[in-house]
Each structure stands twice: as structure tokens, then as C-alpha cells.
């Protein structure tokens, strides 16, 4: 591909974008802070950490919801502020070739979207190539798709989970989970409330998620949480322990593991024998959660693989698709995409 192209994976959660031969040289959070008739104050952590202590007049959009692109216009001025940021750091977007992830189960119209919000941008891309994300993410892990055998690859994001089987360089099976990371937030904003009356907002259970969950702890590591008092409404502090958050964490867990079960029973015998020889390719930033490999491991009875950096594979094997000539035919016109799936 182009010397000036670049890779993007759209995610609930963060953007991460890959320049070619260069490595992902954008990774930030899909949020978008606006004022007044949409004037942007920030975008990525910023916007982030302004969750949940905004006034009025402040909007905060995530503008990716369950693996889509759910309001266009906020964006599309999270885009242009991402090729404006991206540039400051001499990464010029403009003119440039894009290979865009999408994920395999969303309709036509959804696909379009992802290309659409490149296209109306003020990047004025030269080309615009769109590329199957399980088979995306598959190469970022290292897979060679075209030789080896059946692999399992379930991607646990923020809004979605993506669980993928792919063989012989295509794709078997692929669904789309409405549950990832978020599910395990608010699991832990409910158990919390549950058993100390304690009011915790978004960000907060993400740390305790990050910091404090460990199934493969004794449960009995703890750690202060703020909110506020859900009988006196007054702010508190309370002493959190990992055993009560594990808990709350493997519930909505189970329910992923479930549709993994669920996509596992539908697959071809032969290829049951490679994942059994295999084990699971695990990836998403909800891979970095701990002990998570272990919980899995014994809960399917399989191999659980986490490659580094898990939350990267999609934007890295976008990477490869476009420095790799053998893997060239998997970056497909928009139009290709539509026919392939009619
Ligand atoms: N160390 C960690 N422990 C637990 N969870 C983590 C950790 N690091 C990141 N996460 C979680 O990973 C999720 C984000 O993962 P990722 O960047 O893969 O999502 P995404 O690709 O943007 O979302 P999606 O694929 O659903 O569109 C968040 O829910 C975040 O809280
Ligand atoms: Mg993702």
C-alpha cells in the first residue's frame, strides 16, 4: 500500500490508529467533550476525566456505541480533531489511503458509516479500503491466516464482545456480543451499591475494575472507593474488597462465556479438533483484566492465549494487511464488501 496510509480501528472504547511501518501512533479514548452549538473542549482522556463532573453546558458523546457508529455528526468532529491532533505530531492524515475495521456482523448501512465518516472529513482521503476486523484482529495476534489451522479469536472491547472462528484464510463464524468491559463497570457500580449503600460513578468502577479484580486472588486485597452515601447523601469512603468485585465481575463474564459456548457448539468438527489443540486467542483491553486467562481456562476447559498489547490487534494487523502483499486482497473496496455480502 502507499507509503501514506493508515489503519484505523474504531472502537467503543479508544480509536487506536496504525501508520504503516511506523506502529500505532494514535491510541485515546472515543470521547468527545462540546459546548453550545457544538464548539469541541476536548477529546480522548480529557473528555474522559470530565465524566460524570460536567456542568449543563457541557456534552460529553461517546459516538461509538456496540461496535457502530451510533451519532455521525459528533463523529465526525471527533475525526476532524483527530487528524488536527494526529498532525501537530507530524502525522498528516490529509490525502492519505485509510484501511478501515469493521466488524462482520452489522449491516451494510453500518459498514458504510465507518467509510462515510473518513470520506466527509476534512482529511480528503485518496483511497478508502475496508477490512473484515476478526480477521484484522487474527493477524495482529500473529495468526497466519492462509496456513494454519481453525482458530477461536474473542475479542472483549468495552460495548461488544466479537467471537470469531476463522480457517483457511476466511471466516467460519463470527458474532456480535452486546457486552464487554462496560458490562463489568456497572456490575461493580450495582454490587457496591448493594453492599455498602455507596453511590460510584463510571469511572470510578473502571478503576476499581483495573486495580482491585483478580480471579486469580485469594479475594482478600482491598482498596478505598469515593461516592456518595446512597441513605444519607452524603460523599463516603469505603473500604472495597476483591472478593466482592470478583464476584460482581464474573457474572456478566459468564454471560460472554456463554456465547462463546454457544458458537463453539456450531462449528465443524474439524475445527473443533484445532481449537482443542490450540486453546483461545483472547484480545481486547478486557484481556488485560487479571487472571482473566485462568477464569476462562477453567470455566471452557481450553487454552486461554493472550497476546501483548491485546487491546492493539485489530489496528496491528491492519498494519500488516497493508505492509504485507500477501495479505493485500483482504483490503476491499466499500463496494467489493457489499456484494461479497448480498
Ligand atoms: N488492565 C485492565 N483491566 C481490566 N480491564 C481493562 C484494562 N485495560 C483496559 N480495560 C478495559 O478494556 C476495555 C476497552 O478495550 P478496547 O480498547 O479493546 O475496546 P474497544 O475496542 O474500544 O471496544 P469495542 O471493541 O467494544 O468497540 C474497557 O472496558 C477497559 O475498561
Ligand atoms: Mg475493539
Redesign the pocket.
Known sequence: MATKSYGI?F????VKIYKIHQGVRFHQK?VIATRDKGNVIAIGEEAYSMIGKEPEYIHIDRP?QN?VIANFDTMLSLMNCISMDMGRDGDKLKGATFLVAVPTEVTDVEKKTFYDIIDSSIIRPKKIRITEKPLADAIGCGIDIANSNGSLVV?I????TEISVISQGGIVLSRLCPY???RF?EAIIAAVRRKYNLLIGHRTA?NI??SL?DFSSDGTDVMFAYGRDFVSGLPREREINSELVNRAVAEPLQAILDAVKSVLERIPPEISADVYQGGIMLT???A??KGIADFISAELGLRVNIPEDP?TTVARGLGRVMEEEKYEHLAKPLRQTYYEND
Open positions: 480501528d472502537g467503543t472504547y479508544a472515543s461509538i461496535g475479542d472491547g468495552a460495548d461488544t464487554g468491559g462496560y463497570d473502571e475494575k483495573i479484580v481486547g483491553g478486557s488485560c483484566m487491546a
